[in-house]
């Protein structure tokens, strides 16, 4: 069974910072791309981030580029999604995501509030 958990969200002001993380089990985990996405408030679920299985491709949505950080480490089948220069409209939840056997797979999501 595939399952994702993420962790590390909390409340931080304008230019705070803050390192997420999400631990993969249940999958061959570094042999896939992980993805990164979050929820806003009354929004839909958008896209933030991806890295391929062995960190050679980094992709970011637009507003998060030179701000936010992807990484993983294939030891210990985590993610992580570094978060610097927090800015209000980052406010969301936080879902890490795979697609494993042509199905997507999330987490519970971590809530991250920005807020002076």
């Known amino acids: 069974q595939v399952q994702l958990v993420e962790s590390g969200g909390g409340s931080v002001q304008p230019g705070g910072s803050l390192r997420l993380s999400c631990a993969a089990s249940?999958?061959?985990?570094?042999?896939?791309?992980m993805r990164w996405y979050r929820q806003a408030p009354g929004k839909e679920r958008v896209w933030v981030a991806a890295?391929?299985?062995?960190?050679?491709?980094?992709t970011y949505t637009e507003s998060v580029k030179r701000r936010f950080t992807i990484s993983r480490d294939n030891s210990r089948n985590m993610v992580y999604l570094e978060m610097n220069n927090l800015k209000p409209n980052d406010t969301a939840i936080y879902y890490c995501?795979?697609?494993?056997?042509?199905?997507?797979?999330w987490g519970q999501g971590t809530q991250v509030t920005v807020s002076s």
């Open positions: 995501s795979a697609r494993v056997n042509d199905s997507d797979w």
């Open positions: 249940g999958f061959t985990f570094s042999s896939h791309i």
């Open positions: 890295i391929t299985s062995l960190s050679t491709i980094r």
